[in-house]
């Protein structure tokens, strides 16, 4: 289907800490890749590099055959076409579901009114929440939140979605329906770069799984082969340590 995403030697340091320490990956168009580590390995500040959220020190990101860290790139434009969904859902509190989704779309789409309100509410009937276009933050969920987030990501025909361990701030019965969302959309054929401890769905949706650890890369490959039999010690380790702490068969 052709390469959407190039990431090509990526460094980042904090003073002395290297976080990143030469990360480099592609994805393919239509293909969910799922990164998965120890926390402080760097997974977030991955995603945060590749639409400039956060300025890499080295490497290079392209999306599309377009270099995002081109210097004179057009930063707006590129992150227009890069959905990103937050662990702490980032929505506007005084503004509605409605509002929230269809913001982008009046502001950096520039589309009239009446057709931002009717994509803005189609994307929410999407993710299940038809019903709640003039609820608040406030009164919804977590899940809930997180859906409209996904919602707003979505309206922006975005060509990758990066999702930041999207159910980490979940309870425990909301978890599932936020992944039933993400897994319809790999079903539909989205792009996804998806960072989560969530190894069902990793396993289950996943076209190819990522282990990072101390800002590297230590081993990738299809799930059958990194859930059965790894070819690292530590890719080993972590799933089996992950598999006590959340009872998920690794």
């Given amino acids: 289907m052709g ?13 002395a800490e290297e976080v ?8 393919e168009k239509g293909e969910t890749k799922v ?7 760097g997974k977030s500040t991955l995603l945060r590099c590749i639409n400039r959220l956060t300025e890499p020190d080295r490497g290079r990101v392209w999306l599309e055959g377009m270099e995002v860290t081109a210097p004179h790139a057009n930063i707006n434009k590129i992150r227009s076409q890069i959905g990103f ?3 702490d859902f980032n929505l506007f509190t005084h503004l509605t579901a409605l509002d929230n989704v269809r913001l982008g779309l009046l502001k950096v789409k520039k589309m009239g009114r009446k057709e931002a309100t009717e994509r803005a509410q189609a994307e929410l009937a999407r993710v299940g929440l038809a019903g709640k276009a003039d609820a608040y933050p406030a009164q919804l969920s977590g899940g809930q939140q997180q859906r409209v987030s996904i919602a707003r990501a ?5 060509k990758l979605i990066l999702f930041d361990e999207p159910t980490s701030a979940l309870d425990p019965e909301l978890i599932g329906e936020v992944l039933g969302v993400m897994v319809k ?9 998806v960072v989560t401890h969530e190894m069902g769905f990793a396993r289950s949706v996943a ?5 990072m650890e101390r800002g590297v890369i230590v081993e990738q490959g299809p799930p059958e082969k990194l859930f059965r039999a790894p070819a690292h010690p530590r890719t080993a380790e972590f799933l089996r340590k ?9």
Avoid: N, W
Avoid at 207 to 211: C, G, L, Y
């Fill in 35 to 41: 990164i998965i580590g120890p926390s402080g390995t």
């Fill in 154 to 158: 979505l309206a922006m025909d975005p």
């Fill in 207 to 211: 076209d190819e799984i990522v282990f």
């Fill in 242 to 250: 992950i598999s006590e702490l959340y009872g998920e068969a690794a």
């Fill in 3 to 15: 390469q959407l995403l190039v990431v090509e030697g990526v460094c980042k340091r904090y003073g």
């Fill in 185 to 193: 959309l790999a079903h539909e054929g989205m792009t996804m770069l």
């Fill in 20 to 27: 990143l320490c030469g990360v480099s990956f592609s994805l």
């Fill in 85 to 87: 969904v937050f662990q």
